[in-house]
């Protein structure tokens, strides 16, 4: 099977929050990217609401059902809940996203920027992701190129984990990605070889993914937001300034 694209449309909800009211919609542009043949929705709530909210989350997962496409939800199943924000656990309950990716944020950072240290004790990781594998989710875990004990994440119960590729990703922007890309490898092969399924994702650009997936074997999946969404910009830019210019000579 193909690598499966998952479109993050996590940025969308920055834009609209800016505004504090509905547009630009989440649910239409996640419709827009399945109708253009994305093989799946991402989201990553975060407990700040800066983006993804919990009725959107509520939202896609309907849109995503309805469309029979996977649900790929985002989130550190130890932030506790707040207001506006049920707390991970919680949302998976409501809407039993076929994959829970679980990552390690604190709550202060701009954005995931580390995978799981498999080094400690692993009973409470193992509990969550008992929890949510009996909802029905498939649970993948974020995990760094290079992680010293990444068997662990099949230890732990998850069935996938998902690459950081962060680091790969600003090794390719400076010129020479070819150690990041071994890194990437050779993680993704001692994975697979305990029976993990291997997804990826974090600052992957139209430029680099080529590059990744010639190098990494075998991926099943790949989340991208940042880049896709900054793309669709400069791609819509012509033909929107030029309907806006036809309703001025309209007006
Ligand atoms: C888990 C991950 O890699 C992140 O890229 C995340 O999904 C993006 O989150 P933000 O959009 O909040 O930066
Ligand atoms: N899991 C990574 C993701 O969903 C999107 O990351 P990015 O493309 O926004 O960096």
Known sequence: MPTQLSVNVNKIAVLRNSRGGDEPDVVRAASTCLDAGAHGITVHPRPDARHIRAEDVYALAVLTQSRGVEFNLEGNPFAPPRVGYPGFAALCGDVRPAQATLVPDSDGQITSDHGFDFSGDLGALRERVAELRALGCRVSLFVDAGCPDVERAAEVGAQRIELYTGPFAAAHAGGDARAAIALCAETARRAQAVGLGVNAG?????????????????????SIGHALIGDALYAGLDATVRRYLEAIAHG
């Open 202 to 222: 974090h600052d992957l650009s139209q430029g680099n993914l080529a590059a990744f997936l010639q190098g990494v074997p075998d991926v099943l999946e790949v």
